[in-house]
């Protein structure tokens, strides 16, 4: 860390106002701090420090078996933990070279989008609270709570699902879960063009949003931003398409880009992320195939053998990747996260100058970053 | 780990062989010991609502793996059907009260006011005193400003004082139902009613904490200055009738004068509290309430200047009657400026009792509760008392500036007494108040200030000018 937001303190000029923004605050998402210079209601200077939830998950990977690490994996990101689950299964069934049977890839591609909506939904209601609208929060959970209800009967857990398992998945689905979840889609496509009523087009909403926090597409590019806040900006990259996974090559849907990159068009790309989500939900409960759920040869104990490899999927904020180095041991010698959330976070420091301390909430929102993930 | 498997293994053998021998050994088996019964699972359901029963709870295993009751009774959309008959039955109710204790209850207290003093008569002539004196003190007691006066005071104060904690259970409830929840249900008869009262109570018995940074007397001070100009702002209010604390002519400027001075106790809370947020949402406030004072001001000056009158009294019976028989002859119906000028006055009133499209002093997300973020217990509900008491002051004021005070809004409807849609349209524009702050986003500091300078105050300007213009012709 260069520097921190308590060393700018004594530089401070007499008009000038030096405030924390966390890490008890109610709209920083957890326990990021900011450290703010104000002068009246301008930033002059912002400082994000982070920290504050680093439970050292990926030191810790390196004296757990494989199995166990997926149940580490679930804490990063405890927003869009299938997608966790999904990202180390990957890579280390890339090391040990265990095929995936096809109904478990599709499972796992239903089980990541629901968990996306899931994500996006919980975005939508805090960006709601961030402006000001308390409302769209508790119709975002409403709704959330539905796609909770079918993790939870399909892996018993609500948070941290540990579902996606090394070959496949943990169970078959339940009985009536393929019911439930078809009930879902279209009380959920209901539900989001009421959002766009209560939200999206609100016009002290765009006021607030569209005019603030414009990142344009070759900036964030540069500043290494991946998912719904690169693509805001119009650049069209998703690993979905860019590098299918999990047979994602066989279903269609479109990836939203927004114009500007302003807080509304990453707020915008995320509510129709969650309209595709749900065309590729649908697509799936249409043709999910018949077979076997766990791939042959993962034993209790699996070791990977010696070598290292990189596997990365399109999680609900970004490009999630995990590097593992393998030393032919129980356990990997070596784990590596690179996570959206706080490669997106950087751009804050310069992001803020010059906005105001309403527009500090407002773009912090519109990144969506989870402090799980941020500091693991 | 590697040597241990070798020293392992031994036990492991002698273990198979003893195991086939002991197999057939034992003759009969050793007696169970009786079974411990294990206490019924108590389900976490409410014992007695309707809406809680059959509702297990969710954080029980058995539960978890077979959610279909909580899933059918979660997938099911609320039944407006139900709520529109049980509101037009309250309605319904409390307009055959309103009309019964008009017809007899006045009756009643004439009657019970005669037996007062019929008793006290019989007293006096006992005590041996003449039944003139007593007749004197009843005539006294029925014209004399020094009876009344304080008695409709107490009256008109508690409407203040009791008011607030209904309208944070409707707001609360209403909230609630916009947000598809039930809100408060457990304490009192009726749908949480009495939640407001048990919180009154708990913040009543909560410690005042009070910040080492803080200035001790600005802070101390502050509720009392934000909540005693509120109350103030009252006393020219009519509640119906003769129910009035002082009837001044000047009401109009008094009321705007009273709520004026809030500003200072809440800048004082601001900067007392010693804490940054506090500061900025106690200048934030400030700026707001200085600059709304103006629309909120110009934009009743139409009014004002149609009644010939800055009374409220005189204000309200001046729209009384209709056009064509039917349409009530009330402000908001004069074309144009009768409309633009309600808009005006809305919104500016919804600024100035700083709620949710103007909430920014205490824009929870930004500066943490804002001016009352060091507060606690009794302290903290002056502030909040104080804001429902003005959000009520701003439904009357507009209920008795634009909706025709208690004139009703249909000719035939006079058999219903005139305090009845006085309350009435100012529940329903708290009702619409409340409908604001539970849908709308927050506004910035910047645009807010914007939308006051720059759209409302020369709008309300060019009001007068139509006004004017209305006057001449």
Same mark, same amino acid.
């Given at each position: 860390?260069?520097?921190?937001?308590?060393?700018?303190?004594?530089?401070?000029?007499?008009?000038?106002?030096?405030?924390?923004?966390?890490?008890?605050?109610?709209?920083?998402?957890?326990?990021?701090?900011?450290?703010?210079?104000?002068?009246?209601?301008?930033?002059?200077?912002?400082?994000?420090?982070?920290?504050?939830?680093?439970?050292?998950?990926?030191?810790?990977?390196?004296?757990?078996?494989?199995?166990?690490?997926?149940?580490?994996?679930?804490?990063?990101?405890?927003?869009?933990?299938?997608?966790?689950?999904?990202?180390?299964?990957?890579?280390?069934?890339?090391?040990?070279?265990?095929?995936?049977?096809?109904?478990?890839?599709?499972?796992?591609?239903?089980?990541?989008?629901?968990?996306?909506?899931?994500?996006?939904?919980?975005?939508?209601?805090?960006?709601?609270?961030?402006?000001?609208?308390?409302?769209?929060?508790?119709?975002?959970?409403?709704?959330?709570?539905?796609?909770?209800?079918?993790?939870?009967?399909?892996?018993?857990?609500?948070?941290?699902?540990?579902?996606?398992?090394?070959?496949?998945?943990?169970?078959?689905?339940?009985?009536?879960?393929?019911?439930?979840?078809?009930?879902?889609?279209?009380?959920?496509?209901?539900?989001?063009?009421?959002?766009?009523?209560?939200?999206?087009?609100?016009?002290?909403?765009?006021?607030?949003?569209?005019?603030?926090?414009?990142?344009?597409?070759?900036?964030?590019?540069?500043?290494?931003?991946?998912?719904?806040?690169?693509?805001?900006?119009?650049? #069209? @990259?998703?690993?979905?398409?860019?590098? /299918?996974?999990?047979?994602?090559?066989?279903?269609?849907? *479109?990836?939203? =880009? +927004?114009?500007?990159?302003?807080?509304?068009?990453?707020?915008?790309?995320?509510?129709?992320?969650?309209?595709?989500?749900?065309?590729?939900?649908?697509?799936?409960?249409?043709?999910?195939?018949?077979?076997?759920?766990?791939?042959?040869?993962?034993?209790?104990?699996?070791?990977?053998?010696?070598?290292?490899?990189?596997?990365?999927?399109?999680?609900?904020?970004?490009?999630?990747?995990?590097?593992?180095?393998?030393?032919?041991?129980?356990? #990997? @010698?070596?784990?590596?996260?690179?996570? /959206?959330?706080?490669?997106?976070?950087?751009?804050?420091? *310069?992001?803020? =100058? +010059?906005?105001?301390?309403?527009?500090?909430?407002?773009?912090?929102?519109?990144?969506?970053?989870?402090?799980?993930?941020?500091?693991? | 780990?590697?040597?241990?498997?070798?020293?392992?293994?031994?036990?492991?053998?002698?273990?198979?062989?003893?195991?086939?021998?002991?197999?057939?050994?034992?003759?009969?088996?050793?007696?169970?010991?009786?079974?411990?019964?294990?206490?019924?699972?108590?389900?976490?359901?409410?014992?007695?609502?309707?809406?809680?029963?059959?509702?297990?709870?969710?954080?029980?295993?058995?539960?978890?793996?077979?959610?279909?009751?909580?899933?059918?009774?979660?997938?099911?959309?609320?039944?407006?059907?139900?709520?529109?008959?049980?509101?037009?039955?309250?309605?319904?109710?409390?307009?055959?009260?309103?009309?019964?204790?008009?017809?007899?209850?006045?009756?009643?207290?004439?009657?019970?006011?005669?037996?007062?003093?019929?008793?006290?008569?019989?007293?006096?002539?006992?005590?041996?005193?003449?039944?003139?004196?007593?007749?004197?003190?009843?005539?006294?007691?029925?014209?004399?400003?020094?009876?009344?006066?304080?008695?409709?005071?107490?009256?008109?104060?508690?409407?203040?004082?009791?008011?607030?904690?209904?309208?944070?259970?409707?707001?609360?409830?209403?909230?609630?139902?916009?947000?598809?929840?039930?809100?408060?249900?457990?304490?009192?008869?009726?749908?949480?009613?009495?939640?407001?009262?048990?919180?009154?109570?708990?913040?009543?018995?909560?410690?005042?904490?009070?910040?080492?940074?803080?200035?001790?007397?600005?802070?101390?001070?502050?509720?009392?200055?934000?909540?005693?100009?509120?109350?103030?702002?009252?006393?020219?209010?009519?509640?119906?009738?003769?129910?009035?604390?002082?009837?001044?002519?000047?009401?109009?400027?008094?009321?705007?004068?009273?709520?004026?001075?809030?500003?200072?106790?809440?800048?004082?809370?601001?900067?007392?509290?010693?804490?940054?947020?506090?500061?900025?949402?106690?200048?934030?406030?400030?700026?707001?309430?200085?600059?709304?004072?103006?629309?909120?001001?110009?934009?009743?000056?139409?009014?004002?200047?149609?009644?010939?009158?800055?009374?409220?009294?005189?204000?309200?019976?001046?729209?009384?009657?209709?056009?064509?028989?039917?349409?009530?002859?009330?402000?908001?119906?004069?074309?144009?400026?009768?409309?633009?000028?309600?808009?005006?006055?809305?919104?500016?009133?919804?600024?100035?009792?700083?709620?949710?499209?103007?909430?920014?002093?205490?824009?929870?997300?930004?500066?943490?509760?804002?001016?009352?973020?060091?507060?606690?217990?009794?302290?903290?509900?002056?502030?909040?008392?104080?804001?429902?008491?003005?959000?009520?002051?701003?439904?009357?004021?507009?209920?008795?500036?634009?909706?025709?005070?208690?004139?009703?809004?249909?000719?035939?409807?006079?058999?219903?007494?005139?305090?009845?849609?006085?309350?009435?349209?100012?529940?329903?524009?708290?009702?619409?108040?409340?409908?604001?702050?539970?849908?709308?986003?927050?506004?910035?500091?910047?645009?807010?200030?914007?939308?006051?300078?720059?759209?409302?105050?020369?709008?309300?300007?060019?009001?007068?000018?139509?006004?004017?213009?209305?006057?001449?012709?």
């Amino acid at each position: 860390m260069t520097e921190t937001a308590a060393d700018n303190k004594p530089k401070l000029k007499s008009d000038q106002m030096f405030i924390n923004l966390g890490p008890q605050h109610p709209s920083t998402h957890g326990v990021l701090r900011i450290g703010l210079t104000i002068e009246g209601e301008i930033i002059v200077n912002a400082v994000p420090d982070v920290g504050y939830l680093h439970r050292g998950t990926e030191k810790l990977a390196e004296i757990r078996g494989y199995h166990h690490c997926v149940v580490l994996s679930d804490r990063w990101d405890y927003l869009n933990a299938m997608g966790n689950n999904m990202v180390f299964c990957m890579a280390a069934e890339k090391l040990m070279g265990v095929e995936v049977p096809e109904r478990a890839q599709q499972l796992r591609v239903l089980m990541l989008e629901l968990n996306r909506i899931a994500s996006h939904l919980l975005f939508f209601g805090t960006y709601g609270i961030d402006i000001g609208a308390f409302t769209a929060f508790l119709h975002a959970f409403r709704e959330r709570e539905m796609v909770l209800d079918l993790f939870e009967m399909v892996c018993g857990a609500r948070m941290t699902y540990n579902y996606i398992r090394l070959g496949g998945v943990m169970k078959e689905l339940p009985k009536e879960w393929l019911d439930r979840c078809r009930e879902f889609v279209p009380f959920f496509k209901k539900r989001l063009a009421e959002y766009d009523d209560l939200l999206s087009f609100n016009p002290i909403f765009l006021d607030r949003t569209k005019t603030v926090g414009a990142v344009g597409g070759k900036e964030a590019l540069a500043w290494g931003w991946s998912g719904p806040n690169l693509r805001a900006s119009g650049v #069209p @990259y998703d690993m979905r398409k860019f590098q /299918p996974y999990s047979s994602y090559e066989k279903f269609d849907f *479109e990836i939203p =880009v +927004g114009k500007d990159g302003s807080c509304w068009d990453r707020y915008y790309c995320r509510v129709r992320e969650m309209h595709e989500s749900l065309k590729i939900v649908e697509q799936v409960l249409g043709g999910l195939p018949e077979g076997p759920i766990l791939g042959k040869g993962v034993a209790k104990v699996p070791k990977a053998p010696p070598g290292e490899t990189y596997a990365a999927i399109e999680g609900a904020r970004g490009d999630l990747g995990i590097h593992l180095v393998s030393d032919g041991n129980m356990s #990997p @010698y070596r784990l590596h996260v690179k996570a /959206p959330s706080f490669i997106n976070l950087q751009i804050l420091q *310069e992001m803020l =100058v +010059g906005q105001k301390i309403s527009d500090v909430v407002a773009i912090l929102g519109s990144i969506d970053i989870v402090l799980g993930e941020v500091d693991r | 780990m590697t040597d241990k498997p070798s020293e392992s293994d031994k036990p492991d053998e002698a273990k198979k062989e003893e195991a086939p021998a002991a197999k057939p050994a034992p003759a009969k088996p050793p007696a169970k010991p009786p079974v411990k019964e294990l206490p019924k699972p108590v389900f976490n359901e409410h014992p007695t609502h309707p809406a809680y029963q059959g509702r297990a709870s969710r954080l029980l295993h058995a539960n978890r793996m077979a959610p279909n009751r909580v899933w059918e009774d979660k997938w099911r959309l609320p039944r407006y059907r139900n709520g529109a008959i049980m509101l037009a039955g309250i309605l319904g109710g409390l307009t055959v009260g309103a009309v019964l204790i008009d017809r007899f209850g006045m009756t009643v207290w004439m009657k019970l006011w005669n037996t007062l003093f019929a008793v006290l008569g019989r007293v006096a002539a006992a005590a041996g005193a003449s039944a003139d004196s007593v007749a004197a003190a009843k005539a006294f007691a029925e014209t004399s400003p020094w009876i009344w006066s304080p008695l409709k005071v107490i009256l008109v104060l508690h409407v203040i004082l009791v008011a607030p904690i209904f309208l944070v259970w409707w707001e609360r409830k209403i909230s609630a139902h916009m947000q598809s929840r039930f809100g408060p249900m457990y304490v009192g008869w009726f749908h949480g009613v009495l939640q407001t009262v048990a919180d009154g109570i708990k913040l009543l018995l909560k410690e005042n904490i009070q910040p080492a940074s803080a200035d001790s007397w600005v802070h101390r001070l502050a509720p009392a200055v934000v909540c005693f100009p509120a109350i103030l702002a009252f006393a020219p209010v009519s509640f119906g009738g003769d129910l009035i604390a002082a009837d001044i002519d000047v009401s109009v400027v008094y009321i705007f004068a009273m709520a004026g001075i809030s500003v200072v106790g809440i800048m004082m809370a601001g900067w007392g509290s010693g804490n940054k947020y506090s500061l900025l949402g106690g200048l934030r406030s400030a700026a707001q309430l200085v600059s709304y004072e103006l629309p909120r001001g110009f934009a009743i000056m139409p009014v004002i200047m149609f009644a010939g009158s800055l009374s409220l009294v005189r204000i309200a019976d001046a729209q009384s009657g209709t056009w064509f028989g039917f349409v009530p002859r009330w402000f908001i119906f004069y074309p144009v400026v009768g409309q633009l000028s309600f808009l005006i006055f809305l919104i500016a009133s919804v600024a100035e009792t700083n709620r949710t499209p103007f909430d920014i002093p205490e824009a929870e997300s930004e500066l943490v509760a804002g001016f009352h973020t060091e507060y606690s217990g009794m302290r903290f509900s002056l502030f909040f008392l104080a804001e429902y008491a003005y959000m009520l002051l701003a439904c009357l004021l507009m209920s008795a500036f634009f909706f025709g005070g208690g004139n009703p809004p249909l000719p035939g409807l006079d058999f219903v007494p005139g305090w009845y849609w006085f309350l009435g349209k100012t529940m329903a524009l708290v009702f619409l108040f409340m409908w604001f702050r539970w849908t709308f986003p927050r506004l910035r500091v910047d645009r807010v200030m914007d939308l006051c300078w720059k759209f409302l105050l020369p709008w309300s300007f060019a009001n007068i000018a139509f006004a004017g213009l209305y006057l001449l012709f």
